[in-house]
């Protein structure tokens, strides 16, 4: 099978030009970037207030045929309106990106659900759809929930992230999985973690956003998991480890992600 692979922001969380650069080297097909934050005072590159990153960007995507696939972020807070991702939305499109992650952060699940189709509504126009990824940590906790919200939010280009950290250490099931239409899927994100169960927040946290293990380093089942998927789906290669790349630098973990992940890949739909 001929997947498609894309390199995550979170994996090496540098600057959309760093970024391309570096997939391009390695050999990805396609890249993710950060252009609002995932947490107050997070990491971001806006590039709508960087006009010379900005065009650095393009004339980057044209050079080395990456394109950008996934923008981050929406936080849907239950405060934040669709105004303020209008940039955000507006520079995914001059980029050609596909598809933008909204993060399910608020605890009103009806007004998630009508912030979920606004913020759809607005990226149509762009040609974008809109992702919304579940967190164990979050209100929107489990595939079951984003796949409510979506539904009921019923807009075209709606679509489930699933994101194989946050299958493994959620609330959710294999019957969860097959449970999404797979018109409402476009990718999935790749990693493994331990198979021991995080015993607070902190250390869940402290895994998703800075220590993911390789595909097969850990107890993840991912092998159920990507049964449970359409066989067709990008894989984005999301596996941040801020130890290994201090001992071998950003290029080495790139590349090393792509390869195991394709590795694991072909396995695992050799064994469908």
């Known amino acids: 099978m001929n997947r498609s692979y894309c390199l995550s ?16 080297e390695a050999g990805y097909d396609s890249v993710g ?16 207030e960087d006009p010379a990153m900005l ?50 952060l608020d605890d009103d699940e009806s007004r ?21 990824e579940f967190t164990p940590w ?37 019957d969860d999985l097959r449970a999404i239409p797979a018109d409402r899927m476009s990718y999935l994100q790749i990693c493994d973690c331990p198979a021991e169960p995080a015993t607070s927040i902190e250390e869940l946290l402290f895994t998703a956003r800075e220590e993911r293990l390789l595909p097969g380093e850990g107890g993840a089942d991912l092998q159920g998991i990507i049964n449970a998927l359409p066989a067709d789906l990008i894989v984005s290669v999301e ?3 801020h130890r290994r790349i201090a001992e071998m630098g950003h290029a080495a973990w790139a590349k ?14 050799a064994a469908r």
């Open 256 to 269: 090393l992600c792509l390869d195991d992940s394709r590795r694991a890949m072909a396995a695992f739909d």
């Open 33 to 48: 970037i950060r252009l609002m934050p995932a947490l107050a005072g997070g990491q971001a590159f806006p590039l709508w």
């Open 112 to 132: 998630m659900t009508d912030t979920f189709a606004a913020l759809c509504e607005a990226a149509r126009p762009h040609r974008l759809s809109v992702n919304l």
């Open 138 to 174: 979050a209100p929107l906790n489990s595939a079951a929930a984003a796949t409510r919200v979506v539904a009921a939010a019923g807009q075209p280009n709606g679509e489930v992230l699933i994101d194989t950290i946050h299958v493994a250490r959620s609330d959710t099931s294999l």
């Open 55 to 104: 065009r650095e960007t393009e004339r980057l995507i044209a050079a080395t045929g990456v394109p950008v696939f996934d923008i981050e972020i929406a936080r849907i807070d239950g405060q934040t309106t669709v105004d303020a991702w209008m940039p955000m939305l507006e520079t995914a499109g001059r980029l050609g990106a596909r598809t933008v992650i909204a993060a399910g």
């Open 239 to 241: 596996i941040p480890s």
């Open 9 to 24: 922001y979170l994996t090496l969380e540098l600057s959309p030009p760093e970024t391309i650069t570096l997939a391009a």
